[in-house]
């Protein structure tokens, strides 16, 4: 399955933001620039937009940004661990070459978004509301999506081992090409789910169904 997604509208020769400038109070919005090769910590705002930026080589330690808007962003070699998204909006955003180990989207409403090569273990998309949105090629074991919305989702070569799927809908969600072994799923939830020949032993032995020779 191919999914159209649409990429950031990102204006060539953005500004650099210095990290000087970069204090972020509740309900602030900050647009047209690029943050780099920095680290922003102990920040916690409420309800803060974030338009047309790239961050880039940014390193993020203990941020809470609740209920955040991102619209056309770029997430570029960052460290994102333990990130706190609750309740956020994402539209149209990319996160390239991240690290992402346990951040938080729980509740999340994220549209048109793309992830690629980035290390999201551990990560909770409990109760989020994906549409159109790729995970390409990342590492997503452990990774919780307890009661998330899938429309139109695409896992394309991803290492999904002992990620939590129950109370989720995986009709029309391919598998196929990602890594595991185990998996938290509900039998009523794996209608539609494409998956290879080979990983039906995983689903065969979760079930604890006996195969007859």
């Known amino acids: 399955m191919t999914i159209k997604i649409e990429s950031p509208k990102i204006p060539a020769g953005l500004p650099d933001i210095t990290p000087s400038e970069f204090t972020i109070e509740s309900e602030d ?3 047209m620039g690029v943050i780099s090769d920095c680290t922003i910590d ?20 203990e941020i ?8 056309d962003v770029i997430f570029e070699k960052c460290d994102l661990s333990n990130m706190n998204f609750i309740g956020s909006n994402i539209h149209r955003t990319e996160f390239k070459n991240c690290k992402m180990i346990g951040i938080d989207f729980t509740n999340a409403t994220l549209r048109n978004i793309k ?12 109760f989020a ?9 990342c590492s997503l074991c452990s990774a919780d999506f307890y009661g998330s919305v899938f429309v139109k989702v695409d896992f394309q070569r991803c290492s999904i081992d002992r990620a939590q799927f129950s109370s989720v809908k995986l009709e029309g969600i391919d598998l196929s090409d990602c890594e595991f072994t185990e998996l938290g799923v509900d039998i009523a939830g794996l209608k539609g789910c494409t998956i290879a020949r080979e990983q039906a032993s995983v689903f065969v032995n979760m079930f604890g169904l006996i195969i007859k020779e």
């Open 29 to 31: 919005c900050m647009s």
């Open 115 to 126: 992830f690629t090569n980035c290390f999201g273990d551990y990560a909770s998309f409990r």
């Open 129 to 137: 509301n994906f549409k159109q949105l790729v995970f390409k090629e």
């Open 64 to 71: 809470a940004w609740t209920e955040l808007e991102l619209t």
């Open 42 to 61: 102990q920040q916690a705002a409420h309800k803060v937009s974030f338009e047309r930026i790239i961050f880039r080589n940014v390193v993020f330690t």
